[in-house]
């Protein structure tokens, strides 16, 4: 069965700090990778996605993430965070007729 | 236009209650989802309805019961209500089953049992 993990359960930054957010899977076939943002009281919002070809994919709100298959790691990143940015981030993986794994979020806190 | 909706936004109830908690989808998507977030904004999903069918049943007690009664709509019944059921509860839509599709969540319904 498919797992997602991610490193951080609490980030806190300075606002123009750079960030970046870990995100490890467990299966080893072909897979597609997500990364939501669920700010506080609202629902889940895609931010960006992976299916095929280039590994970096840039999303909304100047975020993006890099597919590293060999590390099975889909990382997000952001060069400069924003107050805005201040919520829940989920990892998800699905595979073709799997459901979606959701990790268990990484909450960000950027400090004004 | 709201693509996945839901209602009602909060319910509050006491335990031993049967409540229902209704979505619906205008997204003309094939699939359903409802996911449980608790405390911890930990996700998991509860069931996933592919064309008015179930496909997966996660391990939910049957006190949870979804219905569909047409492909944009999948709404969750709740029997015998408990402590432990507070959570948000979401729904979700996708184009399909198969992978290369992603979901698309409705705006939560967040249950506190007392």
């Known amino acids: 069965a498919q797992s997602v993990s991610q490193h951080n359960h609490h980030v806190i930054l300075s606002e123009a700090a750079s960030l970046e957010l870990g995100c490890n899977y467990s299966?080893?076939?072909?897979?597609?990778l997500f990364w939501y943002v669920q700010y506080p009281g609202q629902h889940l919002q895609l931010l960006l996605k992976?299916?095929?070809?280039?590994?970096l994919v840039k999303g909304i709100k100047g975020f993006e993430a890099e597919f590293i298959k060999s590390k099975f790691s889909f990382n997000l990143r952001k060069p400069s965070v924003q107050w805005s940015d201040t919520a829940e981030y989920f990892c998800?993986?699905?595979?073709?007729?799997?459901?979606?794994?959701f990790g268990p979020g990484t909450r960000l806190s950027v400090l004004p | 236009d709201t693509a996945v909706s839901q209602t009602p936004k909060y319910l509050v109830t006491q335990m031993g209650n049967d409540k229902s908690i209704k979505c619906e989808q205008n997204?003309?998507?094939?699939?359903m989802y409802w996911y449980k977030q608790d405390s911890k904004k930990f996700l998991k999903i509860m069931f996933s309805y592919n064309n008015k069918e179930l496909i997966i049943n996660e391990t939910v007690p049957n006190r949870f019961s979804p219905k569909s009664p047409d492909k944009a709509h999948l709404n969750l019944h709740i029997n015998s209500l408990e402590l432990g059921d507070s959570a948000v509860y979401f729904c979700?839509?996708?184009?399909?089953?198969?992978?290369?599709?992603?979901?698309?969540f409705g705006p939560g319904t967040r249950l506190t049992v007392l």
């Open positions: 997204l003309g998507h094939d699939t």
């Open positions: 979700a839509s996708s184009p399909g089953t198969s992978g290369h599709l992603e979901e698309f």
């Open positions: 998800a993986v699905n595979s073709y007729g799997q459901n979606f794994v």
């Open positions: 299966y080893g076939g072909t897979v597609n």
């Open positions: 992976y299916f095929s070809g280039d590994p």
